[in-house]
């Protein structure tokens, strides 16, 4: 059954939450975890969600053996693997587009199809393919799918001309097996990548970054068993932040790296909160009305666009004029309308929103768009007051894990009721051995 959230909102939230491990780094590491030839990788702190789920179908697919245990998985992963990728299960998920290099380097040919994803614009693997292209890979696109070939991958100078996160990704796991060394520039340089790194290095990897976005990989004849964890998720926990914030309440976050959210901290001092920060902490405490800011979403360690959609359901209810400039991804205001359908007074210019704050808004009928934008209602719908209904939260479930049972244990008046229209992930996580919340 598809679920909506119904929320009544007006409360202030109080309590504390630990974070759950990252999603974006859960991922890239359960891909890579296809370079072992005949061995596994245990991995620890694996979040409970619907993208988890996903991508453990797709190592399935190819071969892999993919069992859960508390808080974590194991994925063996056998000799000889499977190089032609699922279009049903691709298409679900543009992170399945990061066993492209992996399956290359492993396998030296692989067929995956354009993967899908959230709406927010055109996001293309162009410069995946070209890196892999500068490493001796042979690629054409037919019919909508990828066809990659090689007879062995070799070491190269790739310069990338923007620093996408999944291309740094698959280019790092390519270049594990490629002969000689790699030398990728202007990489991404996010917290996810670095512990994708340190992942593959406990496995035997030869891995060396310097932190100016420059990464030197020398290849190696092949990897070995690893166990390791996966670190905190820092969108989530900026997420719940954002909604102690919202409501007026005082949320702690638990488990986080307070470094790796310092760009969401300042904006929120800036706007006038109150914070306490631990070493592996942050509280938000009740600051009354916040003040608008201006800020312009960039590549780590800059605003993340990820956290975009959630901090304007907060300003606008902040005293004063915001702007928000969006530089990372294209139609990423899809939730501007569903927020102003809450009495918000957002308008779009370009790649602009300039938002007027109303100090209140009000419960309504809205639909999530992508997974921030229904984060971003939610975190609306617990500030508004009335009654306020999410639907499409089959796109909130790929991030969140537990997101109904943590709010509620912060005093906030949610619950997911189920509706007509299943689309067949209760059943799939029920098939897959991954836990379900009930709450």
């Known amino acids: 059954m598809e679920s909506k959230l119904k929320i009544t909102g007006g409360v202030p939230l109080n309590g504390t939450i630990e974070a759950q491990g990252a999603k974006n780094a859960a991922l890239p590491v359960m891909a890579a975890a296809l370079l072992l030839k005949d061995g596994t990788l245990r991995l620890s702190r694996v979040p409970d969600l619907l993208d988890i789920t996903t991508m453990a179908d797709l190592l399935r697919s190819l071969g892999a053996t993919v069992t859960y245990h508390e808080h974590g998985m194991d994925i063996a992963v056998p000799e000889q693997i499977s190089w032609e990728t699922p279009p049903d299960l691709v298409r679900k998920m543009r992170a399945s587009s990061l066993v492209l290099g992996p399956l290359l380097a492993r396998c030296g040919r692989v067929v995956m199809p354009l993967p899908g994803g959230c709406s927010i614009g055109s996001r293309p693997i162009d410069l995946h393919l070209k890196g892999l292209a500068r490493m001796g890979a042979s690629i054409e696109l037919v019919h909508g799918s990828v066809h990659a070939t090689t007879k062995g991958l070799k070491g190269s100078r790739i310069y990338l001309d923007f620093p996408s996160v999944g291309a740094t990704e698959n280019l790092i796991m390519a270049a594990v097996y490629a002969k000689g ?20 290095r406990s496995m035997g990897a ?59 901290l300042a904006k929120l001092e800036e706007a006038g909160a109150s914070l306490t920060i631990g070493q592996d902490a942050v509280t938000i405490h009740p600051s009354g009305r916040l003040k608008g800011v201006s800020l312009k979403t960039l590549p780590y ?42 009495g918000a007074k957002i308008d779009i210019q370009g790649n602009s929103s300039i938002i007027t704050g109303v100090g209140e808004l009000a419960g309504a009928d809205v639909a999530a768009t992508d997974l921030r934008a229904g984060a971003a209602l939610v975190i609306a719908g617990l500030a508004a007051k009335g009654n306020t209904c999410v639907r499409n939260t089959g796109h909130i479930r790929r991030g969140y894990e537990n997101m109904v049972g943590k709010l509620r244990s912060l005093g906030a008046t949610i619950e997911a009721v189920e509706d007509e229209g299943d689309d067949g992930d209760s059943e799939r996580r029920e098939k897959s051995g991954l836990p379900r919340h009930t709450s």
């Open 301 to 342: 360690p800059g605003f993340p666009t990820d956290l975009q959609p959630q901090i304007m359901a907060l300003l606008s209810m902040a005293e004063g004029a915001s702007i928000i400039q969006e530089s990372v991804f294209q139609s990423r205001f899809l939730h501007v309308s569903e927020l102003n359908k809450m």
């Open 181 to 200: 060394e790699t030398v990728l520039e202007n990489t991404a340089r996010e917290p996810e990548i670095l512990n994708l790194m340190e992942i593959l």
């Open 206 to 264: 030869s891995i060396e970054a310097d932190g100016t976005g420059v990464v030197r990989v020398q290849g190696v004849q092949e990897l070995h068993d690893g166990v390791s964890a996966i670190i905190p998720d820092r969108i989530e926990a900026c997420t719940y932040i954002l909604a102690g914030a919202a409501t007026n309440g005082e949320v702690t976050v638990r488990g986080v790296v307070p470094a790796h959210i310092d760009s969401l």
